[in-house]
């Protein structure tokens, strides 16, 4: 009964530095998503995968890159971090997007860009 | 732009009060809205899922309402124990296709409930 997980737990990285996110579900969830849930702002989606190859933008995705090429991962890769990029980072997944489909939520990756 | 907004931001009952909580969005071309609970330092987890064309869906002491038309929705907590304090959150998805499983969620209702 895994679900859906996310590494690391927390993370301190400098500016500049690449980091990547991982996230892995073991549902075989056709949708995943990324999502950051900062102060003030809320959740706002990053980017999302509707299938395996299959990527899109979502509210706030720029410094950011997704890939998918198992439907069972969806890593989310800070190319040159920023401390604006400094949040708590939520991955979750869905079976479909269709009508009636609830959305589940790893535990969060808490990352520091100092 | 959908937007979505949980009033009052803070909520502060003692153990055994029957509580709600607010939502309201401002685009009534709806998919569905959910309500989430998330604990302090923890993911969300999905409590309730309303379709577009339901009224209302009930799960134990948790009951939400959807208004469509007047773009509101309510959770009903019966009953409230301390083990109910969390942060409460809405999310709508939108209807039309395309990017319907774009969520926009609301900033939550932090729920106290005092032994």
């Known amino acids: 009964d895994a679900g859906i997980t996310q590494s690391p737990r927390y993370k301190i990285t400098e500016t500049g530095r690449q980091v990547t996110l991982m996230c892995h579900q073991t549902?075989?969830?056709?949708?995943m998503f990324w999502y950051r849930q900062d102060l003030g702002h809320g959740l706002r989606l990053i980017y999302y995968s509707a299938a395996a190859d299959i990527t899109d933008k979502g509210e706030v995705p720029d410094g950011y890159v997704v890939s998918r090429s198992k439907t069972e991962n969806f890593p989310l890769t800070l190319e040159s971090a920023t401390r604006s990029q400094t949040s708590v980072y939520f991955c979750?997944?869905?079976?479909?997007?269709?009508?009636?489909?609830?959305?589940?939520f790893g535990s969060g990756t808490q990352l520091s860009v100092l | 732009k959908q937007e979505v907004t949980q009033i009052p931001a803070a909520l502060s009952v003692p153990e055994g009060e029957n509580l709600v909580l607010n939502c309201s969005f401002t685009d009534s071309a709806i998919y569905n809205l959910q309500w989430f609970r998330q604990d302090p330092g923890k993911g969300l987890t999905s409590l309730l899922l309303i379709q577009s064309s339901q009224r209302e869906q009930t799960s134990g002491r948790l009951n939400a309402s959807l208004d469509k038309s007047s773009g509101r929705s309510t959770l009903y907590i019966a009953a409230s124990q301390p083990g109910d304090s969390a942060t409460y959150l809405c999310a709508v998805r939108p209807g039309g296709g395309g990017s319907n499983y774009k969520l926009t969620f609301g900033k939550g209702t932090l729920l106290t409930v005092n032994p």
């Open positions: 549902w075989s969830h056709s949708y």
């Open positions: 979750a997944s869905s079976e479909s997007a269709g009508w009636g489909e609830k959305l589940f």
